[in-house]
Structures are given as C-alpha cells and as structure tokens.
C-alpha cells in the first residue's frame, strides 16, 4: 500500500509513467501536498484519518522514518482509561474513551477494545487520598470511577495477593469499569487503511531531516531521506523525537525523552481477568488474548534516546510483579523492549500551533498516550484544518508554559517519572 501510493505520487510528481522509476531511485521528487504529517503512528494516522475524512483535506501525506506503528504505538502496553484529575484531561481522555468504544465498526477493523476494567492499586495513606480524589472528580464530571476496599480488589481480581505482610501491602484500589485494552498494532494498521482509502499517502522508511522556511519564516516544504515534499501545514506527531524535530525549524520545546519498557511472559491460559496498575510500584499487568501476562516498566531515570531501557527497571518489576500476583513467579518471560517516551513538565500532552506559521505539534503524551489515540487525532486534525484549536484540545497550548495555566496530571499519569 505505502510503496504503492508513494510510487504514484512520483508519477504525477514527474508528468507520466516514462522514466519516473529512474527519477525516483536518485533526484529528490519535488512532490507538494496540502498537509504533511510527521510520524505514522497512531496519533498521526489518526490525525490523515480525521482530516480526510471530516475535514475533506485530502491531499495529506504522513511520512514515516521506519515502518508504519514501530514507534511507541507498537510499543506499549495497551491500557486505556479516562480517569485523570483536571476537566481538561477529562474531556480529552474521555472523548477518546468514547471513541474507542465504536472504533472498530468506525474502521471495519477489529481494534480489539476490551473494556475490562482498569484497578488502580493504594500502598499508602497519600495513595489512598489521591485516588479517592480521582474518583470524586471524575464522577462529578460524569466519567466513572469507584473506590474498592481491599477484599473488593481481590474480588475483582482474584490472583491479586492482598496479605498484610508483604513488602508492598495493598490498602485498596480505584477502579474504572469502561477502562480496558485495545490491540495497538491493529489501530495503526486500521486508522492507516481507512486513510488511504479516502486518498491519503503513508511514506515508510521516509525520514524527515530538515524543514524549510521562506522569507517570511513560514513552513514551506520538508526535506526527507526521499526528496523535498513541498507543504504549507505540518503536523509534528513523532512522539519522543519532537525536540529534535522542531528545532528544525528553529522552536525548542519543553520536553525530555525517557525510555519505558515493557516485557511479556510466555502463554498460558486465562488467568487475569483485569488490568492491575501500580504506580507507586512501579509496576502494570494484564493479560494479552494470546495469553501472554503483559507486563509494564517505569521510566528510566536519565534521559536517552535507547529503545531499550535499564535492566535494573525491569528487574525491579518482575520483583513487584512477582509479590502482587505470586502465581506468575515460575513463568518465564519471552520478550522485553523500550520505547521513547517524551514528558512535558506538567505529564499533560501538548495540541496545537507553535510559533512558527504552518508548523503544529502534538505531542508530550509521555508514558500515557496510547489511550488518548483517538481522541487526539479527532481534535488536532480540527485544529489543524480549521488553524484554530479544537475546544478540546485549546488548554493544550504551548502557551501554557508561559502563562502558568499547568495541567498537573503527575498523580494521574500512573507511571512513574
Ligand atoms: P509513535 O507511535 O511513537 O509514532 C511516532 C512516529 O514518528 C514513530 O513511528 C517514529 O518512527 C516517527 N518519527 C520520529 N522521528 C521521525 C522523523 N524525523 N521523520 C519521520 N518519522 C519520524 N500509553 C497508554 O495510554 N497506555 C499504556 O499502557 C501505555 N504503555 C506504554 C508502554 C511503553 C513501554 C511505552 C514505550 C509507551 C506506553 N504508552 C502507553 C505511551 C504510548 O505508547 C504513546 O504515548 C503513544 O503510543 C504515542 O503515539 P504516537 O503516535 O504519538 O507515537
Ligand atoms: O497511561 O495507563 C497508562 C499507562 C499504563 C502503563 C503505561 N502507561
């Protein structure tokens, strides 16, 4: 599909089918598209997606260094969920969470969104009191969330060791019902059919190097490992390289790039019937339709751009894994990997324009964008199109980090940072 669509690009780019193999291979195609996206994952995928389809914005490309879903979107550990503090993250978290909950018959594509419950595990008196507030805020704003005492917790989640002696004893849980899983891989591949089929160009093995203003100082082209694409409006949607990309184009961001892992055990049959969370931990598991326990890491402590992450991190997990749920401690582990992260100093993402006149970012998801999917292409494809923020996405500003108007998500960003 990708090859295909790029190869007819370069066809038009060059005026016919004689010769165009040959141009292709050495000069750059000067090709020019109405919006560019930088990043095929499921954020900007989605975003291709939105804009053709809702916006009738069409002529979109969106280019990807390696191959379409590699980055964090393959990646992550799937967890979905709206129960965040502030209105604003409400309104965007639980505008994907809906979402979500039509998305396979939206694509025609089985996402494979499991709303299983999310249980958010309290170790502590302070754990206690920050999740009981979740839970009165979000049900203020109609998102549902509830308090489980600890013999609930075991209820809902009977492999869960609730003894009062261990290292990290549980005092109870915050649970979000509609929370769940969904199958990454197959969300960037259905929201990348259902953009091409509505004409937009999905570029593999397309990195972007540079991008080119004019006099003026606005976006006028990208140039990429495969030729110049001349462009008015990108959309920056590479996530744990943003820095690097928009200073391109002369804007530094305030962001930092941390790797996080996960890791998942050989399969074996049904035996979790939840997502379990533990922040203060520094530990997540639920279990895969194959069967596989999947297992999610803390952040490194240093910044890098490794798509591995520290062996400590890991061992530390499986150290927290193996006390939470004792019945996992004899399976062995098939796989563990890294993405890169990046985190805004207030855990809440970034949505909209930047100073420079044709260049939007979305980005600063951090350790929790997989959920936002959705949600965040549906609102920065409208940003972009009609260039003025979706009312969702408006708080987002990068302005905020000059006004002080934070949202502060540290408590509901579940990971640790
Ligand atoms: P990506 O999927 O990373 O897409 C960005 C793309 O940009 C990449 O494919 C990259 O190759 C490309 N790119 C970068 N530079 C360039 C360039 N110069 N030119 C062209 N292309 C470029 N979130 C949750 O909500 N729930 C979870 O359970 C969860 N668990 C996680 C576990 C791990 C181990 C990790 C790493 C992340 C987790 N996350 C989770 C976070 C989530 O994965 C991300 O926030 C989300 O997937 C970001 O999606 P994206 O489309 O913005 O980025
Ligand atoms: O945001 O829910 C989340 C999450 C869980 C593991 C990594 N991120």
């Not at 109405?34 to 009738?56: D, P, W």
């Not at 280019?63 to 969920?81: F, V």
């Not at 969370?277 to 639920?286: K, L, Q, R």
């Amino acid at each position: 599909m990708t090859q295909f669509s790029f190869l007819n690009l370069v066809r038009e780019a060059f005026g016919g089918q004689r010769g165009w193999r040959e141009q292709w291979r050495s000069p750059a195609p000067q090709a020019a598209y109405e919006v560019v996206i930088i990043g095929a994952g499921g954020h900007g995928l989605a975003t291709a997606y939105y804009l053709a389809k809702e916006h009738g914005v069409r002529r979109v490309a969106v280019l990807e260094k390696g191959w379409l879903g590699g980055g964090n979107t393959g990646r992550n550990t799937t967890i979905i969920r709206s129960n965040y503090l502030w209105k604003e993250s409400e309104a965007i978290y639980e505008h994907a969470l809906k979402l979500w909950e039509t998305l396979s018959r939206e694509l025609n594509y089985n996402v494979m969104y499991s709303p299983r419950g999310v249980m958010m595990l309290a170790h502590n008196v302070h754990d206690v009191q920050v999740f009981k507030r979740h839970v009165h805020a979000n049900r203020l704003a109609g998102i549902d969330n509830e308090w489980l005492t600890l013999e609930q917790a075991k209820e809902f989640c009977p492999i869960l060791n609730i003894s009062g002696d261990i290292r990290y004893p549980i005092l109870g849980a915050a649970l979000q019902r509609r929370g769940g899983t969904a199958r990454h891989d197959a969300v960037a591949w259905a929201y990348a059919r259902g953009a091409s089929a509505l004409g937009v160009d999905i570029i593999q093995n397309c990195e972007v190097t540079a991008i080119r203003r004019n006099v003026a100082g606005a976006v006028e082209a990208v140039e990429t490992t495969r030729g110049t694409i001349r462009t008015r409006k990108v959309g920056v949607v590479a996530a744990g390289h943003t820095s690097v990309i928009l200073a391109m184009a002369g804007v530094r961001m305030p962001l930092e790039s941390y790797p996080l892992q996960a890791l998942v055990s050989e399969p074996v049959k049904p035996i979790m019937p939840c997502v379990v969370m533990s922040n203060t931990i520094h530990a997540y598991m639920s279990q895969s339709d194959k069967g596989e326990l999947v297992i999610g890491a803390g952040t490194d402590a240093y910044i890098s751009y490794s798509q591995t992450g520290g062996l400590h991190i890991t061992t530390h997990t499986l150290d927290a894994v193996c006390e939470l749920f004792p019945v996992v401690r004899r399976l062995r582990m098939l796989r563990n990997w890294g993405g890169i992260v990046d985190v805004t100093p207030d855990r809440s993402p970034i949505i909209g324009k930047t100073p420079v006149e044709g260049l939007y970012v979305n980005c600063g998801w951090g350790t929790g964008g997989f959920k936002a999917t959705p949600g965040s292409g549906h609102v920065f494809a409208a940003s972009m199109a009609g260039d003025d923020p979706h009312p969702i996405a408006a708080p987002f500003s990068l302005e905020r980090f000059t006004t002080g108007r934070l949202i502060d998500e540290a408590a509901a960003a579940a990971v640790a940072h």
